[in-house]
């Protein structure tokens, strides 16, 4: 039985946020899952319960609510998530992707999301962001649950904080609060941001900006991260 389900949505500290899971659940957890993991289980026409092994109690990934809920009906996990402000996170996230396309080292470890994109190499952020695949990103991978009924949501900016509050919670061991796969000088290679930009994908992400506002407000409410 799975008794926590933390939710990966990209570029939210989600790679930090699973080590320190590892660390305190190393025989019950499962791998980090990835997209190609979930078409994976999409082509074999299994349920996220069916596809884990047995012995798995928390499972943490690129994996949507609503791919998750035949194991959220059967479990009832807790439901943990991290959030960023949608404008950063959409920079974030296209600075990854076109470092990965730029760089060989990058493209040796992605070599499939490599091919599959290569000819998008001089993409612009504006291009990049106005994808429907690109918008909205953190509600299309939690629509399905409202978010009163999580266990808790973090945010990237108060990752430290957030993961001692959520470890004392829980009664975890380890709570360390070392952050990798931070990447900030991309940011500084690849894109210039003003307002103008800001602007853009703020209004491009107008769903994300309502559902960050809204964990905002019911962090404040529940007092999660609160010392």
């Known amino acids: 039985m799975v008794h926590l389900l933390s939710i990966h949505v990209p570029k939210t500290a989600g ?4 080590r ?20 994976d289980m999409q082509q074999q026409q299994l349920t996220l319960p069916e596809y884990l092994p047995e012995h798995v109690e928390v499972v943490h990934g690129h994996v949507t609510l609503q791919e998750a809920m035949p194991l959220i009906n059967r479990d009832n996990p807790r ?10 996170r959409v920079i974030s996230n296209y600075c990854y992707f076109i470092d990965l ?11 499939e999301v490599y091919e599959l994109n290569k000819h998008r ?4 952020i504006f291009e990049y962001a106005a994808m429907e695949e690109n918008r909205n990103v953190m509600s299309d991978f939690l629509v ?7 266990f808790f ?33 991309l940011q500084e290679k690849y894109v210039k941001v003003d307002q103008g930009l800001r602007f853009y994908l703020r209004k491009l992400n107008a769903e994300d900006e309502a559902l960050y506002q809204e964990a ?12």
């Open 101 to 111: 396309l730029r760089h060989p080292e990058q493209q040796q470890q992605n070599p």
């Open 20 to 39: 320190l899971l590892k660390a305190n659940y190393p025989d019950s957890i499962s791998e980090s899952l990835r997209r190609e993991h979930v078409f």
């Open 153 to 185: 949501i973090g945010l990237q900016s108060t990752y430290a904080t957030d993961v001692k509050w959520l470890a004392q919670s829980l009664n975890w061991r380890h709570q360390t609060v070392e952050q990798h796969n931070v990447k900030r000088h």
């Open 216 to 227: 905002m407000a019911l962090r404040q409410a529940r007092g999660w991260g609160q010392r």
């Open 79 to 88: 439901l943990v998530a991290f959030l960023r402000d949608p404008v950063d």
């Open 15 to 18: 790679t930090s946020f699973y």
């Open 144 to 150: 399905g649950v409202p978010l009163q009924e999580f």
């Open 121 to 124: 190499i001089n993409e612009s």
